[in-house]
């Protein structure tokens, strides 16, 4: 009479190994696509606390600034924030990510020139 053996079989194993990378195959493109959306919400926040930062400096110093170290404003990861002109008058800046889609918000406020695909002063556009 054979002992008995407890255990998995090598087919067995395999079977499953299989079924979980099947299911991984399945999750990681809905992950990614999380991931993106994720980061375009992060591009807009940023963009409004720019907003605020901008006001908040203006209240102090009477004129807006293209300087994000100067508003104490830092974005966040993976994210990139160019102010493309600070005046008295106005202030207009974009915001990018790679991984972000869209991949570039803009806003404007006051009396400048409009940054595509910005159209309304204070209201942020993405493309």
């Not at 079924?19 to 963009?47: E, R, V």
């Not at 006051?110 to 942020?124: D, F, I, L, Q, R």
Request: charged share 10%.
């Amino acid at each position: 009479m054979r002992p008995q053996r407890h255990g998995f079989t090598l087919i067995e194993l395999l079977i499953v190994v299989v079924i979980i990378g099947i299911l991984a195959a399945m999750a990681i493109p809905k992950f990614q696509a999380t991931k993106g959306k994720a980061s375009y919400a992060g591009i807009k926040s940023d963009l409004h606390n720019l907003m605020t930062a901008q006001e908040s400096y203006f209240y102090d110093h009477g004129t807006y600034s293209s300087n994000l170290d100067s508003l104490n404003l830092k974005p966040s990861p993976g994210n990139e924030i160019v102010i493309g002109v600070a005046t008295t008058l106005g202030w207009s800046a974009t915001a990018t990510n790679p991984i972000s889609y869209p991949h570039m918000c803009a806003m404007f406020m006051g009396e400048v020139a409009a940054v595509a695909p910005a159209t309304s002063s204070g209201n942020v556009a993405c493309q």
